[in-house]
T-cell receptor
Framework: KAGVTQTPRYLIKTRGQQVTLSCSPISGHRSVSWYQQTPGQGLQFLFEYFSETQRNKGNFPGRFSGRQFSNSRSEMNVSTLELGDSALYLC?????????????FGPGTRLLVL | GQQVMQIPQYQHVQEGEDFTTYCNSSTTLSNIQWYKQRPGGHPVFLIQLVKSGEVKKQKRLTFQFGEAKKNSSLHITATQTTDVGTYFCAGPFSGGYNKLIFGAGTRLAVHP
């Protein structure tokens, strides 16, 4: 099976712009979670989607949003970018999103905000 | 809120020395997972522990889950340069699906 894919892999934006990141889960996986990784804050949970519904959300401002499509692919959007949004954005997929399931991470999108 | 703490933050060892990282949760966990992230890479799942007192081994890696299911450790015997990376423990958030609370990670450097 192909792994989790994320596009783009690298992105440079300027403050105030918006960005959309894409994640394609492993075939058959219906749950997609997003995480932000920074040197200072580590890995932090953004949100989780299952069957096109957001089931769980982390402590991030409303500028961070996401959605999931019927084919389980997911996108996350960050509006009005700030310098502090520079990070590695990771998505992870599981079959159902159960608490004992292994999460398979994609390679991530490295976002640099100037 | 729920927290997972991990120590040490960094560990430098000579090749062949042993290495241990410790993980402590503020709450009882249903399970604990360990991930490894190579420099420039993404977290890769290593193992999941579910039972109280569970010990699992993967070649030179030994994982333990505490009796109270609030702490865990990863021990690497005779480190090799291929062990370089950051090791994260993670526990499921008690309040929702598929949300992992990650420790800050332990970055391992191995000097040949």
């Amino acid at each position: 099976k192909a792994g989790v894919t994320q596009t783009p892999r690298y992105l440079i934006k300027t403050r105030g712009q918006q960005v959309t990141l894409s994640c394609s889960p492993i075939s058959g996986h219906r749950s997609v979670s997003w995480y932000q990784q920074t040197p200072g804050q580590g890995l932090q949970f953004l949100f989780e989607y299952f069957s096109e519904t957001q089931r769980n959300k982390g402590n991030f401002p409303g500028r961070f949003s996401g959605r999931q499509f019927s084919n389980s692919r997911s996108e996350m959007n960050v509006s009005t970018l700030e310098l502090g949004d520079s990070a590695l954005y990771l998505c992870a997929s599981t079959t159902q999103g159960g608490y004992q399931e292994t999460q398979y991470f994609g390679p991530g999108t490295r976002l640099l905000v100037l | 809120g729920q927290q997972v703490m991990q120590i040490p933050q960094y560990q430098h060892v000579q090749e062949g020395e042993d290495f241990t990282t410790y993980c402590n949760s503020s709450t009882t966990l249903s399970n604990i997972q360990w991930y490894k992230q190579r420099p420039g890479g993404h977290p890769v799942f290593l193992i999941q522990l579910v039972k109280s007192g569970e010990v699992k081994k993967q070649k030179r890696l030994t994982f333990q889950f505490g009796e109270a299911k609030k702490n865990s450790s990863l021990h690497i015997t005779a480190t090799q340069t291929t062990d370089v990376g950051t090791y994260f423990c993670a526990g499921p958030f008690s309040g929702g699906y598929n949300k992992l609370i990650f420790g800050a990670g332990t970055r391992l450097a191995v000097h040949p």
